[in-house]
């Protein structure tokens, strides 16, 4: 239920100043200490209505949001930090300032505050500072996946009304305290709920960093002392089920901002003996419902968040959500607890009367053994044309012809993309989603590939080759000449070069190659007449260059 009027919440619910918050570069934080600095860096910040809260460290970025509020500030949370979003917002929001611990991060002429928590000078006896329910905390914004990033107003109440209901739903009240690890940038409503908020409110901890390879996950959680909980995304529990890695104990994982195929899940849990659930909500109004995936296919809404029909659409209300909001999403409602999600609005594919949704077509890409990442994406349409799905995967040991015929026993033939491209990487955000613009421009860069001349062949090197006489004794490796001279045959047979003309521009070699290992090389000669060569082995680069034909 809403607080009444008037009515104030307090910026952290630990039961005692020397209770834990966070842990940073490994060292504990106490309630006490991150009072103390809110109080320092509120008597260091401009005066001004609104602050683009800019800061990676997750700790930083807490104590940045207490110090706005403090002083009476709204925190800015921005899809993306890029220049020109940031003068977007400066136009739209006059006299904000930028809040942040790296210089590189500073637009010209805006005003950019940094600080670091060792440089602040706060009272250390200092009240629990506490706000209005109704006031506003923080202006998210949209993703921008799919299309422009759209503000939504966020006030204190709600925000703590939600974290309040997560931990009830996770059996995080009440119980030992937890510490968290957040593989989400906090500016993200999921990273802001599921890492700062839950942990303010209810007397839990957070690591500050923000790990992103496996190896780092792993060790941020071996930092934590007692019990864990990992808030992460389906791109990183890919990673980290490839790694591999031995992680410490878990007691809780917790996964959203995009669907997440339940043989991953599936093999999550195995792998690592916890419980998976996943988070559905969207930033208007933000956590909706939960569900462990491997149990079933149905979300259940958090604790007084109610789903409705209405005007041909499910709309929610209750709890923490302002007012009712309609899905942006295609789901179907089952009773006012539960439903069934089918995908985004934006996501609908219709192609020869047949129906289905990008939400599924990735699922189904994605569960292909081999494929490490893959989306699909639809164009903008145009008149008289009829637009067809495209995909982009990462595959580093398939062709395209093999991922083509795994994805046809998967789906309907007539949403098979075309085209399909192979990529080293998909152009991710912090959050792991694909902003629609980023697809675009890889669907232009592909397009132009397209036109240029590939040549694709596997190369292996004989342990009797006359080069490899003395290099070295006991400890063969390939010379360098000897992958260009294959990559210049190359180009003799293929491309029809002259030998004589050819000039190298370029050539890295990035690990040795041994005798007998198999290389795939890969050649493209670009429109601008030059030629560029990689080397792969076992799915890694080994060496790269730019070749020049002669006049």
Known sequence: ????????????????????????????????????????LARRLPPAGQVIN??????????????????????????????????????QYAGLYLLCERSELAVSGIECVRFAPDALQGRQHTDMPAFPAERTAVIAFTSGSTGKPMPNRKTWGALARGAQAEARRFGLLGAAPAALVGTVPPQHMYGLESTVLLALRNGLAFHAARP???????????????????????????ALLEADLELPRLRLAICATAPLPVEAARRFE?????????????????????????????????PDVRLQ??????????????????????????DEHTFLLHGRGADLVNIA???????????????????????????????????????????????????LERLRSRIDPVFLPRPLYLVDALPRNATGKLPRQALAALARRCARQDTERVLELEVTI???????????????????????????????????????????????????????????????????????????AGGRPAATGVLKPGP
Request: net charge negative; proline share 7%; charged share 20%.
């Open 1 to 40: 239920m809403p607080e009444a009027a008037g009515s104030q919440i307090a910026l952290l619910a630990h039961a005692s100043l020397d209770q834990v918050v966070a842990y940073r570069a490994g060292d504990p934080i106490t309630a006490r200490r991150m009072l103390a600095d809110v109080d320092g």
């Open 54 to 91: 800019a800061c990676a460290d997750r700790y930083c970025f807490a104590v940045a949001l207490g110090a706005a509020m403090v002083r009476g500030q709204v925190s800015l949370l921005p899809s993306d930090l890029t220049p020109a979003s940031v003068r977007a917002l400066a136009e």
């Open 212 to 238: 992103f390879y496996p190896a780092d996950i792993r060790a941020a959680l071996e930092e934590l002392p007692g019990e864990r909980v990992l808030v992460t995304t389906p791109v990183h529990l890919r």
């Open 270 to 302: 195995r792998r690592y003996d916890v419980e998976l659930h996943e988070v559905y909500g969207f930033t208007e109004a933000g956590m909706v419902a939960t569900r462990r995936t491997v149990s079933g296919a149905q979300w259940h809404t958090l």
């Open 309 to 334: 029909s209405g005007d041909g659409q499910v709309q929610v209300s209750g709890g923490h959500v302002p007012g009712v909001v309609t899905f942006p999403d295609i789901v179907e409602l089952c």
């Open 353 to 403: 009367g047949k129906r289905t949704s990008l939400a599924y077509l990735n699922l189904q890409l994605t569960a292909i053994e081999g494929v490490r990442d893959a989306t699909f994406h639809l164009p903008e349409e145009r008149p008289g044309e009829v637009v067809r799905p495209m995909a982009f995967v990462v595959a580093p040991q398939m062709t395209r012809e093999q991922v």
């Open 462 to 536: 004989a342990a009797d080759h006359p080069a490899l006489a003395g290099h070295f004794p006991g400890d063969p490796v390939v010379p360098g000449a000897v992958l260009l001279d294959e990559v210049v045959e190359a180009l003799v047979r293929g491309f029809h070069e002259s030998r004589a003309a050819l000039e190298i521009v370029s050539a890295k070699f990035l690990r040795p190659v041994r005798p007998g290992e198999r290389l795939h090389l890969r050649l493209v000669a670009g429109t601008d007449r030059t030629v560029r060569f990689e080397y792969r």
